[in-house]
T-cell receptor, first 115, second 114 residues
Framework: KAGVTQTPRYLIKTRGQQVTLSCSPISGHRSVSWYQQTPGQGLQFLFEYFSETQRNKGNFPGRFSGRQFSNSRSEMNVSTLELGDSALYLC??????????????FGPGTRLTVL | AQSVTQLGSHVSVSEGALVLLRCNYSSSVPPYLFWYVQYPNQGLQLLLKYTTGATLVKGINGFEAEFKKSETSFHLTKPSAHMSDAAEYFCAVSPQTGANNLFFGTGTRLTVIP
């Protein structure tokens, strides 16, 4: 099976612009989660989508939004970019485990640089 | 609330030496526990996980971890370090409530000295 794919891999934007990142999960996975990774804050959960519905949300401002399509592909959008939004954005698709919980499979990430 | 503490942001070991990366969690109910590895410019790869059952968990690349409820710990070990083990390692927890989100520690960068 193909792994989680994220496009684009690298992006450079300027302050005030908006950006859309895309994630294609592993075939058959219906849950997609997004994380932000920065040197200062580490890995932080943004949100999770399941069957086109946002199921969980982290503590990020409303400038960060996402959606999921019927084929489970997901996009996240960041509006009015700030310098502090420069980060590696990771997408993960999930498989429910027999013993409980989920196993998350991560994509390679999109490196966003805001100038 | 869930939280994860990884002691030591940087760990250096000699090639062939024991690797020990520490992880402690804070949770009122034992969560599900994971160790991930991240190589430069790449995403996260799962090394191993604990959900239920045997508390000593074996993962890929010779790594293992032991869940100790009394110590709220899930330390990662490998008997003999290889140069290829140099990477950043993250401990993560997810709640047993069914919420599918991971809480990560701040990471430990492992350097292997030849």
């Amino acid at each position: 099976k193909a792994g989680v794919t994220q496009t684009p891999r690298y992006l450079i934007k300027t302050r005030g612009q908006q950006v859309t990142l895309s994630c294609s999960p592993i075939s058959g996975h219906r849950s997609v989660s997004w994380y932000q990774q920065t040197p200062g804050q580490g890995l932080q959960f943004l949100f999770e989508y399941f069957s086109e519905t946002q199921r969980n949300k982290g503590n990020f401002p409303g400038r960060f939004s996402g959606r999921q399509f019927s084929n489970s592909r997901s996009e996240m959008n960041v509006s009015t970019l700030e310098l502090g939004d420069s980060a590696l954005y990771l997408c993960a698709s999930s498989l429910r485990l027999a013993g409980g919980g989920h196993e998350q499979f991560f994509g390679p990430g999109t490196r966003l640089t805001v100038l | 609330a869930q939280s994860v503490t990884q002691l030591g942001s940087h760990v250096s070991v000699s090639e062939g030496a024991l690797v020990l990366l520490r992880c402690n969690y804070s949770s009122s109910v034992p969560p599900y526990l994971f160790w991930y590895v991240q190589y430069p410019n790449q995403g996260l790869q799962l090394l191993l996980k604990y959900t239920t059952g045997a508390t000593l968990v074996k993962g890929i690349n010779g790594f293992e971890a032991e869940f100790k409820k009394s110590e709220t710990s899930f330390h990662l070990t490998k008997p003999s370090a290889h140069m290829s083990d140099a990477a950043e390692y993250f401990c993560a927890v997810s709640p047993q409530t069914g919420a599918n989100n991971l809480f990560f520690g701040t990471g430990t960068r492992l350097t292997v000295i030849p």
